[in-house]
Every structure is written in structure tokens, then in C-alpha cells.
């Protein structure tokens, strides 16, 4: 199993939608995960981080099942602006984050 | 504030030259992860520096060398260079888990 798995995408909504990424793990030592956003040719840039059972900011909102061994991210209203790349990343420790190929979102009007 | 900055922007080398690629972190934060992105794919950890010292080290070849500086700030230098070794390199500084990056650098080899 690799250590964190994203489906590739691309998703394709159109404006207003419900979209969810999920992304599953194998450490079931990991204790905090991260959602990152990259837009095409720039770096990521830290969208939520999830400590807990789940975060929610606004129209995001970010849900783990350590269970299940999975986190969502959940996107409400679809805007034309959150068409870009999500990065699932699960740190191994302190010092090396371990990124998901990431999930590509295209939201059309 | 100023955020995590790199240089340079954009780099073509030829096979087999070296490469030195700088970063200085964001205000306040002392660890600094290099990390290389290919297209298409996540970025892939290099390894980490802290106090100025390499912390922790990811699956890449000993050519990869990096270096932390008192002032916190970083440079990572490639030796022999590869095809393969085109992509984008990515800094990051932190404090604790979350880290924070900078534009990265483009490398394209030749």
C-alpha cells in the first residue's frame, strides 16, 4: 500500500457544486494531516490541517477516520477560483511530509 | 512579512554540471525541507535541516547535498546532473508540522 493515495482526478463541477476528495494513508502512527492547494506551476500552499477528527473553514471542511485509515476534504459551493490541484499530505514525523500525487478539481460555470 | 523566498526563479544546466539552489525562510521559522516535484506528481521529500544540520533524509542519491546557514537560510546543490533531475525544487520552512513554501525553482536539464 502506498503510504498516502489520492484519486488523480480530474474532478469536473460546475459552479455551485458539492465536491469530496478523499485520500487514504498506511502510518496508523500519523497523528495530524494536512490539505495543501497548488495552483498549475506554483508552489503549495497550506489550505487546513486536521489534528483532530475533522476541521471546517467556511465553505471546507476536512474529515479523518483513523479507523479507516482515510481523510476527506469537502468542498461546498464551488467557486471557479478553487479550480486547482489538492494535495493530501501526511507527515511521518516532525521533519518529512509524505504528499499524495494530489487531485486535480476543474470547476466550470 | 516576507514569506519563504528562492532563487533562482528558472535554471537550465547541461548533464553533468553542478547546480546551487538558495532559499531563505519565512520570518521566525528555523527548520528548512527541500523537496523536488516532478510534473504531474507530489513533491518528494530531499531532506530536512535544522540548527544546521541535515535531520532527516529522503530516497535521493548522495549527489544531493544541501547546507544550513546561522541565519537559518539554505542552499541545496546537486552534483553530475541527470536528465531525470529536471523538475521543480520546492523549499519549505517551518516551526513545527506545517510548512510553509516558497516558489520554488525550475531546473530543466539538458
Known amino acids: 500500500r502506498k503510504e498516502v493515495e489520492q484519486d488523480p482526478g480530474p474532478f469536473n463541477v460546475p459552479e455551485g457544486a458539492t465536491v469530496a476528495f478523499n485520500c487514504t494513508y498506511s502510518?496508523?502512527?500519523?497523528?495530524?494531516f494536512f490539505w495543501y492547494r497548488q495552483d498549475c506551476r506554483k508552489e503549495p500552499k497550506l489550505l487546513m490541517s486536521?489534528?483532530?477528527s475533522g476541521n471546517e473553514d467556511g465553505r471546507f471542511t476536512a474529515q479523518l477516520n483513523r479507523a479507516s485509515q482515510y481523510i476527506s476534504l469537502l468542498i461546498r459551493d464551488s467557486k471557479l477560483s478553487d479550480s486547482a490541484t489538492y494535495l493530501c499530505?501526511?507527515?511521518?514525523?516532525?521533519?518529512?511530509?509524505?504528499f499524495g500525487t494530489g487531485t486535480r478539481l476543474q470547476v466550470f460555470p | 512579512d516576507a514569506g519563504v523566498t528562492q532563487s533562482p526563479t528558472h535554471l537550465i544546466k547541461t548533464r553533468g554540471q553542478q547546480v546551487t539552489l538558495r532559499c531563505s525562510p519565512k520570518?521566525?521559522?528555523?527548520?528548512v525541507s527541500w523537496y523536488q516535484q516532478a510534473l504531474g506528481q507530489g513533491p518528494q521529500f530531499i531532506f530536512q535541516?535544522?540548527?544546521?544540520?541535515?535531520?532527516q533524509r529522503g530516497n535521493f542519491p548522495d549527489r544531493f547535498s544541501g547546507h544550513q546557514f546561522p541565519n537559518y537560510s539554505s542552499e541545496l546543490n546537486v552534483n553530475a546532473l541527470l536528465l531525470g533531475d529536471s523538475a521543480l525544487y520546492l523549499c519549505?520552512?517551518?516551526?513545527?508540522?506545517?510548512?510553509?513554501f516558497g516558489p520554488g525553482t525550475r531546473l530543466t536539464v539538458t
Open positions: 499530505v501526511v507527515p511521518l514525523n516532525t521533519d518529512k511530509l509524505i
Open positions: 535541516y535544522y540548527e544546521e544540520e541535515e535531520r
Open positions: 502510518n496508523s502512527a500519523s497523528q495530524s
Open positions: 519549505a520552512s517551518s516551526v513545527s508540522y506545517e510548512q510553509y
Open positions: 486536521v489534528y483532530s
Open positions: 520570518s521566525g521559522h528555523d527548520t
